[in-house]
């Protein structure tokens, strides 16, 4: 039996790979600290920083926002249909608007929010990293004394995790304003026994939820695909396992973060 595929061997494989996971996550854990102080640090917010800021918080959101509003907007009018038209034939039609809510508003939307967030603005934006690492301008921005982290990274991550709550709170309005319309149609008389009902299933636990749920995928869809660029190797080339790597980790933060949600909120 040769050494490479003995026992001990096949253990110091699995060992090795298991400490170069946990190193990777370290490291992504370690980024994220440090542009959590970055963002916090008022040195930088300067001129320069502040534009490029402003210039990736418009483009990141403005691309999306339309189209997913639409998106959700449409989709919701279906499954609301759909839950009215089942809840009624059941007779259960005093629990439609609550599974509505509890649904679309609590579950689904915040989820497909972070995920198109991620497909259409923070996944670019780590191919811009990884573009821009590859290329000389990373050495020569450290080259010129600036930070590469305060000034390329850190404007992205933001742009990214503010273009998934932006997209999840006028996505999850949207939906509500909808519910109400299919219940209710263009009239007050509902509004009362609407925000009698939306308040019932906001508890403050599950509000408190439903609010660290919605950042930490923002977070998580911000951080995730430019982590992988930056903890890969420079290449002149696309690192598309470095990729494919952040994106795996990217899914298992997500499910991780949903299970917890769903945890918190039924059990």
Request: aromatic fraction near 8%; include cysteine; proline fraction near 4%.
């Amino acid at each position: 039996m040769s050494p490479m595929t003995s026992p001990q061997g096949t253990f110091a494989e699995l060992a090795r790979g298991a400490g170069q996971w946990l190193l990777g996550w370290w490291r992504t854990i370690h980024l994220a600290a440090l542009l959590s102080v970055l963002a916090l640090s008022p040195s930088s917010y300067g001129a320069d920083s502040r534009r490029a800021m402003a210039r990736h918080l418009y483009l990141g959101t403005a691309q999306s926002l339309l189209w997913f509003t639409l998106l959700s907007m449409l989709i919701s009018i279906v499954v609301i249909r759909i839950v009215l038209v089942t809840a009624v034939s059941y007779g259960l039609s005093q629990y439609a608007l609550e599974m509505v809510v509890r649904v679309l508003v609590l579950e689904l939307i915040p989820l497909a929010a972070a995920l198109f967030a991620a497909l259409r603005c923070t996944i670019p934006l780590g191919a811009e990293v990884a573009e821009l690492r590859s290329g000389d301008g990373w050495d020569a921005l450290a080259t010129r004394g600036v930070d590469p982290l305060r000034r390329e990274v850190l404007p992205r991550v933001v742009a990214g995790s503010f273009c998934a709550l932006m997209l999840a709170a006028v996505s999850c309005v949207v939906t509500l304003v909808v519910a109400y319309l299919s219940v209710y149609g263009f009239t007050g008389a509902g509004f009362d026994a609407y925000t009698h009902t939306v308040g019932r299933v906001f508890a403050p636990a599950v509000a408190l939820i439903f609010l660290l749920k919605i950042l930490l995928l923002s977070l998580t869809v911000a951080l995730m695909p430019i982590a992988s660029v930056l903890d890969a190797v420079p290449r002149r080339r696309p690192n598309t396992s470095a990729e494919l790597q952040g994106l795996v980790r990217m899914f298992l933060i997500i499910v991780l973060i949903e299970a917890a949600s769903l945890v918190g909120n039924y059990y």
